[in-house]
């Protein structure tokens, strides 16, 4: 595929990811925030939320689910995506709330603080999977909405970055674990790292039951 064939690809790929988004500028909505969690599954440290409301001329390229990318592709796409937006906003909730009331309503609680801290009032908000039924904002959930909705993918990379960075400084105090490079996930060398040292502050107990 030539380079040319590329980018005709992504601005296609593009116009797809904007469906939802065209759909409610259509009807005369003009702030939607798409909002995203990562951190759902990861043995230690908090999960992250970001809500993003997005211009209707966003014309970024490369915007996609922030798995399907590389870090480097993240961080930079992460810097456009925060000079270009409207607004975003980051929710963080950290291991010992999610202890107490677990992580689905942990990653609700995350979600509602991104909303909360963006600087504008979204009209709407597109949501990956969930619903949040004490937000009084008119809403939709898109079942993998990350690989969907414009606004979606753009604040899975902001909160992946956010946490990714959060986990790497963390490292710095709990080498014991690679934080580093796992970023919390139960891979062998943070498991190891459990037997050996024990668990720390960022560790979720109630993700450990059968080791702690």
């Avoid at 601005?11 to 798409?34: C, D, P, S, T």
């Avoid at 990653?107 to 009209?123: S, V």
């Avoid at 943070?190 to 050996?196: F, L, M, T």
Wanted: aromatic share 6%.
């Amino acid at each position: 595929m030539t380079k040319e064939e590329r980018l005709e690809r992504e601005k296609l790929r593009l116009i797809e990811m904007k469906v939802f988004e065209a759909e409610l500028y259509e009807q005369g909505v003009k702030l939607i925030a798409g909002i995203d969690e990562v951190g759902r599954g990861p043995l230690a440290g908090p999960v992250v939320a970001a809500a993003v409301i997005l211009p209707e001329d966003f014309d970024v390229l490369g915007i996609d689910d922030s798995k399907k990318l590389s870090e480097k592709k993240r961080e930079s796409l992460s810097v456009l995506i925060k000079e270009k937006a409207l607004a975003y906003g980051i929710g963080i909730i950290d291991n010992q709330i999610i202890d107490e009331v677990n992580i689905l309503e942990a990653t609700k609680l995350a979600m509602k603080q991104a909303i909360e801290t963006l600087d504008r009032k979204p009209e709407y908000i597109l949501i990956d999977a969930l619903t949040l039924k004490d937000v009084e904002i008119p809403q939709k959930g898109i079942i993998k909405g990350d690989s969907k909705s414009l606004s979606i993918a753009a604040a899975s990379i902001l909160a992946k970055v956010t946490r990714d960075k959060m986990m790497v400084e963390y490292h710095l105090q709990f080498p014991h674990y690679v934080f580093d490079q796992n970023k919390g996930y139960g891979t062998k060398a943070h498991y190891e790292g459990i037997r050996s040292h024990g668990i720390c502050e960022l560790h979720r107990k109630t993700f450990l039951k059968g080791i702690v």
